[in-house]
T-cell receptor
């Protein structure tokens, strides 16, 4: 079983839609949860970071962690064409600082 | 502040040739990582380092070697390239897990 499972999509939505991206994870000992955004032919960049359970909001983006179901979610409100990218979830917690990544979900927001 | 710089950005190798990919970071990060990214496979960890002079194997280390002689540099070597090593290679660094990773822009390698 992979540490992090993520539906690769692709996901295609109209501009202004609410987008929900989801992952499941297996190691309940890990405390750090992150979302990375990767534009085409670029390196991933850190988008959201949460520690432990609950929600974290940053502008149009909300990251949610449900430890009881081992579920990680990213919500994008009022989606824009500039949000079109691949989104990777990640989690970790060992002293070695290693993150485990999902395979990424490809999102297209069309105008 | 350049962040994480990878060289070269593109390379075409013939089967059996060798090459070294260079990753340099100017953020004084302790941890450095090499990943490969293939369609449908996501990011797979090749090797990583938790400090100068240390290296460790990741998920897919076969066919690769690494060295970290200086804190700011992490080198990935392919001794005898194979077509299966055609991929996009990303280097990343971090100060600690709480800060997440900073990625380079990638090296696109094709082995023919």
């Amino acid at each position: 079983q992979k540490e992090v499972e993520q539906d690769p999509g692709p996901l295609s939505v109209p501009e202004g839609a609410i987008v929900s991206l989801n992952c499941t994870y297996s190691n309940s000992a890990f405390q750090y949860f992150m979302w990375y955004r990767q534009y085409s032919r670029k390196g991933p960049e850190l988008l959201m970071y949460t520690y432990s359970s609950g929600n974290k909001e940053d502008g149009r983006f909300t990251a949610q962690v449900d430890k009881s179901s081992k579920y990680i979610s990213l919500f994008i409100r009022d989606s824009q064409p500039s949000d079109s990218a691949t989104y990777l979830c990640a989690h970790g917690g060992s002293t070695l600082g290693r993150l485990y990544f999902g395979r990424g979900t490809q999102l297209t927001v069309w105008p | 502040n350049a962040g994480v710089t990878q060289t070269p950005k593109f390379r075409v190798l013939k089967t059996g040739q060798s090459m070294t990919l260079l990753c340099a970071q100017d953020m004084n990060h302790e941890y450095m990582y090499w990943y490969r990214q293939d369609p449908g496979m996501g990011l797979r960890l090749i090797h990583y380092s938790v400090g100068e002079g240390t290296t460790a194997k990741g998920e897919v280390p076969d066919g690769y070697n690494v060295s970290r002689l200086k804190k700011q540099n992490f080198l990935l070597g392919l001794e005898s390239a194979a077509p299966s090593q055609t991929s996009v290679y990303f280097c990343a660094s971090s100060y600690g897990l709480r800060d997440g990773y900073t990625f380079g822009s990638g090296t696109r390698l094709t082995v023919v």
